[in-house]
């Protein structure tokens, strides 16, 4: 695949997912609600995209330990962000970047990062007059995530199922305990839990040409405060797998990933998806594992198979059928010599849909993938 080598600018994949809804709404009364989307006379269950996005990366932190850490995390006027630019010693300091940090790398961030506050001299005496007022200003760090989730929708609609729940098994521990006063008996506390139990899609994208590269902007003062400590600063970045470029005069540090070191956290994306994600909530453990994962390589990073898997209302069914159609027909996905860098797995619990042309063995799919990268 040499000459589709430099047109892979995205990778998209669509998971379905057998699981009870784990991720709940706000409570009313005594009732635990699901979340829930309307779609014309049809309500759908939903987990948010905020939920699956945080079991991915707690996978990848549990799976690969040393590659995905959790990142130092500070609180700014009540917000808690990624400390990314912060006071140290008097001196402004960059703690994390992309290079050092998967987790900014593949998810984004928005961070203030607080410059040094002007003081007046420590040694005025309060009768001398008031000191100057302390002043602390901020620059704004944002980054788009180069790997964006959907919502995890229920493909089925919600019937209204609820169950009701009490704990009998601790009161009757209590009301069993030899030093309980006499005739003195705990009750139950009764609750209900609107419940699902579905299939769920959610679709994944990783933006190649934002992957593994960052760049800040300054203002002269900001740059000046930090150029003390950039030579071992950008020795750092060159140990942990990249490279830095400080222009002091811009005002700009432009961060970008070695190429072993962005494919190596590509794959390892795809390894936990494909394998499944740690998800359990109140001693429910599903897990988000794929009854059926579709992945290819696209010329632009967008979530190509996500409105061809839906529930038919007509039917009553799932519908795959549009899915061949995509394949076929779609010129973002990567082709050569008849060979088209898609692969679909568990598709055989799937009905309705043939994927001509893709690549059916995993590892010839990530070999593929490595080579157009």
Known sequence: MNDTKNNMKGITGTVIFESSALNRDQSVG????????????????????????????????????????????????????????????????????????????????????AKPKKRGKDTQKEEEGPQEEDKSSSTTLSRKAAVSLTKAIALYPWRGDMSFYANHAFVSRMNASTDRTAGKL?????????????????????????????????????????????????????????????????????????????????????????????????????????????????????????PDIYFDKGSGELSFSSLSRTIAQNDYIIRENGTTLVHASGKEKMAGWKAEGSIEDWKDFIDKLKECM
Request: with cysteine; aromatic share 12%; net charge neutral.
């Open 186 to 306: 705990e009750t139950p506390n009764p609750y209900s839990r609107e419940e699902d139990y579905n299939l769920f899609k959610f679709s994944f994208t990783i933006d190649l040409t934002r992957f593994g590269k960052d760049l800040w902007v300054f203002d002269e003062a900001t740059m000046k405060k930090l150029s003390g400590n950039l030579k071992e600063f950008e020795e750092e970045i060159v140990k942990a797998g990249g490279k830095v470029l400080c222009d002091t005069k811009a005002g700009s540090i432009y961060f970008e990933l070695n190429k072993e070191k962005k494919i190596e956290r590509v794959l390892q994306i795809l390894d936990v998806i494909k394998n499944g994600l740690l998800a359990q909530c109140a001693g429910e453990n599903y897990g988000i594992l794929p009854s059926f994962m579709i992945v290819a390589g696209l010329k632009a990073p967008v979530p190509l198979f996500h």
């Open 30 to 113: 005594n009732i635990t609600t699901l979340k829930k989307l309307s779609v014309g006379t049809d309500s759908f269950v939903f987990l948010s995209r905020p939920w699956v996005t945080n079991k991915l990366f707690s996978t990848l932190a549990e799976i690969y330990p040393d590659s995905w850490k959790l990142g130092e995390l500070t609180s700014s006027k009540g917000v808690i962000q990624h400390r990314l630019l912060d006071t140290q010693d008097k001196e402004l300091k960059i703690f994390q970047d992309i290079v050092r940090s998967a987790e900014l790398d593949a998810f984004g961030y928005m961070s203030t990062a």
